[in-house]
């Protein structure tokens, strides 16, 4: 593979370019806190908003609350997800007649059925995580499909040859190849849990990052709800890197390609 000649804009060190990133936003939002006043509130309300929401304890209510309904709901769909998508590799019969149920399901978005689950199951916490459940469990068991299905079948091969059982091909073979993909699902099953949260809270919940962007918006209250827009992406940008140490953790054997 040829590689790429250094450059100016590489030689200049990742923290850097961060913090031109970062100055960038800071500009662009007060540019817009000027000229679009009555979407964009300015940094320091919307600061002076999220000190207040500390100090009263609202602000670490409706994370907790969220970030409850968001574990348990990606738990529960990761647990599910990883032996499904095995089974559809696996075996023909389970995965000609799964794989058409996911693909149906998934391509509805979860505010199409989010009322049916409220329906039956009230408007408690399970409802909410049992539509966090679906959209995460989706995504990761696509993903995971795919990812297993793209393992090298050189690899397999070579471990027949060698004498390997079907059960030792499985655990030594199929599952270590597998886990990069089975990672990136569990990125992308949190960015899915996330973004399904904000609908599943804007009915019926008491307390929420959902909840209290809705309220702030029906009470023209710009800086919370930027507020708390902001925390969910900074609650986003958490897990992407606490998977991504995941990945360099249990994947640092792969050779990856250095941008």
Not at 27 to 55: E, N, R, Y
Not at 106 to 133: D, H, T
Not at 153 to 159: D, E, G, P, R, V
Not at 229 to 241: A, D, K, M, R, Y
């Amino acid at each position: 593979m040829k590689l790429k000649k250094s450059t100016f804009w590489s030689r200049i060190p990742h923290w850097v370019w961060l913090l031109i990133s970062f100055g960038t936003a800071i500009l662009l939002w007060l540019f817009l806190s000027q000229t679009a006043s009555s979407v964009f509130a300015t940094p320091a309300v919307t600061i002076d908003k999220f000190l207040m929401k500390m100090q009263d304890g609202t602000l670490p209510a409706h994370i907790s609350a969220s970030l409850f309904r968001v574990i348990t709901g990606f738990g529960l769909a990761f647990v599910c997800a990883v032996p499904i998508a095995f089974l559809m590799v696996w075996y023909d019969p389970f995965r000609h007649i799964v794989e058409p149920w996911i693909q149906f399901v998934r391509n509805i978005p979860p505010l199409a059925y989010i009322y049916m689950v409220i329906v039956a199951a009230g408007v408690g916490e399970s409802s909410k995580v049992i539509v966090i459940f679906i959209a995460s469990f989706l995504v990761m068991v696509v993903t995971i499909y795919q990812g297993v299905r793209n393992v090298d079948l050189t690899l397999i091969k070579a471990a027949r040859v060698l004498g390997a059982k079907q059960t030792d091909i499985f655990f030594k073979v199929i599952i270590p190849a597998s886990s990069p993909f089975i990672l990136v699902a569990a990125r992308l099953g949190l960015s899915a849990s996330l973004t399904t949260l904000i609908a599943a809270e804007l009915t019926g919940a008491s307390k929420g990052l959902g909840t209290m962007i809705q309220r702030s918006s029906g009470q023209y209250d710009m800086g919370t709800m930027l507020m708390g827009i902001i925390v969910v992406g900074i609650i986003g940008l958490i897990f992407e890197q606490a998977v991504k140490f995941l990945e360099r953790r249990f994947t640092g054997w792969q050779e990856t390609v250095q941008q």
